[in-house]
């Protein structure tokens, strides 16, 4: 089996290139670097400019199935024209994608797997959102999904099936948002952001690959939400950060108002609840490997390139699989 992904080199990206490789598949990948590319018998690489719509077609060679994760990171101060950014890095890459595809043979593909977010569900302290949620949240965050998944959906005019996986908070020491709330804590100015009390539903980078890959293993088809079982407040979450570290939290929780100020809208992330089900996944016969997180950290900062980075030392051995 060979599989083609667009993002491979980014954090998400590298986690699925380790997972098919660990079960025997081939990865295609698509790179806007040149210096990216590598000419291997299971990891080859080819060049695309999707924002000029140019692709080498040679990627589509021996592929029965696509994951799509390309797009600019929303990690970053949204002003007008990152914003552009976000939304055109896109829509330009499925865009590239559904023109190339529209001139080679598609038969051998039986999948397409396209990354989203859980940023879709409207801002709620209450709400157990599942995949048939179908109000969408009033903010960028929640346009950009629509859009997103809007421009996903046209690939139901191919022949194979068409999947989403909403993603949420990732958890790895080696990118994303882990890394930026433990920063403080390890300098001892942790603290829970505003009332503390918004739902953030989590997912450990490994369980993440492997829903991607379980996705395209079985050719699923629709919406799943890329969330681990038990989501956890905010103020849950500091507090477990800094257990692991073995750090006190001692200050009091952040105020909206200070976050605007300095991340200005994109403070926003840091606010917004979203509590999210990943019942649909599990019931296709899914299982996580870590389905706490208590036990997701555990092993994230017991990982020797997590010991090394944080200069933590060797932590406890447990909770590695």
Known sequence: MRILITGATGLVGSAIVEQCHKNDIAVNYLTTSKSKITSEPKFQGYYWNPDKGEIDLECFNGVSAIINLAGATISKRWTSSYKKKIVSSRVNSLRTLHTALGKVDSNEITSFVSASAIGRYPHSLSKFYTEEETEIDDSFLGEVVDVWE??????????????????????????????????????????????????????????????????????????????????????????????????????????????????????????????????????????????????????????????????LGALSKEYVS
Request: aromatic share 10%; with cysteine; glycine share 8%.
């Open 150 to 311: 809007s421009e996903t959906d046209k690939f139901s005019s191919f022949g194979f099936n068409v999947a989403k996986v909403r993603i949420g908070l990732v958890m790895s020491c080696q990118g994303g948002a882990l890394p930026e709330m433990a920063k403080p804590i390890k300098n001892y100015v942790g603290a829970a952001f505003g009332s503390g009390q918004q739902w953030q539903s989590w997912v450990h980078i490994s369980d993440l690959a492997r829903i991607f890959v379980f996705v395209v293993a079985y050719n699923l088809e629709g919406v799943y939400n890329g969330v681990g079982p038990n989501p956890v407040t905010n103020t849950k979450l500091i507090k477990e950060i800094a257990k692991v570290l073995d750090r006190p939290v001692v200050l009091p929780n952040i105020p909206q108002l200070v976050m605007k100020i300095i991340l200005g809208k994109m403070s926003y992330l840091l606010f917004a609840s979203q509590r999210v089900s990943c019942k649909k996944i599990e019931e296709e016969g899914f299982n996580f490997v870590y389905p706490n997180v208590c036990v997701a950290l555990e092993a994230i900062y017991s990982s020797k390139e997590c010991s090394k980075s944080s200069g």
